[in-house]
């Protein structure tokens, strides 16, 4: 967390001994106290003094992909296209989406138009 106000509305719910991950380097995060365990990721560095380690570990998650036992969440097409955002996020604040991945069909939208290549 680290742009658009994230890491201020974690830090407000954060427990005071808490940790937080930031992906920004160089920037003062002022605002988070200094019980809080900072630490920083940088996927730059899987082309720099990672990538042996970004080597192997992207080509086990490829593998775990193949063979089946590492699977991403589960995709759910939402109905009515980008019409279907606000019933979507409701069901994120309620509670009701858990481990799903939400695709909108942006030609399912209505009145959307159909380009032709």
Known sequence: MSEKGSYQNI???L???GNITLVLSGKEYKEIPKTVAQSLANVGSAHGDNKDFAYI??????????EGWFKGHPPEV?????????????NLKDGKASAVKYVFRIADTEGA???SL
């Open 11 to 13: 830090i407000q719910v």
């Open 15 to 17: 427990d005071p001994h």
């Open 57 to 66: 570990y992207f080509r086990y998650m490829a593998r775990g992909l193949h």
């Open 78 to 90: 939402v109905p009515g296209g980008l019409g279907g955002i606000q019933q979507a996020l409701k």
């Open 113 to 115: 138009k159909s380009a």
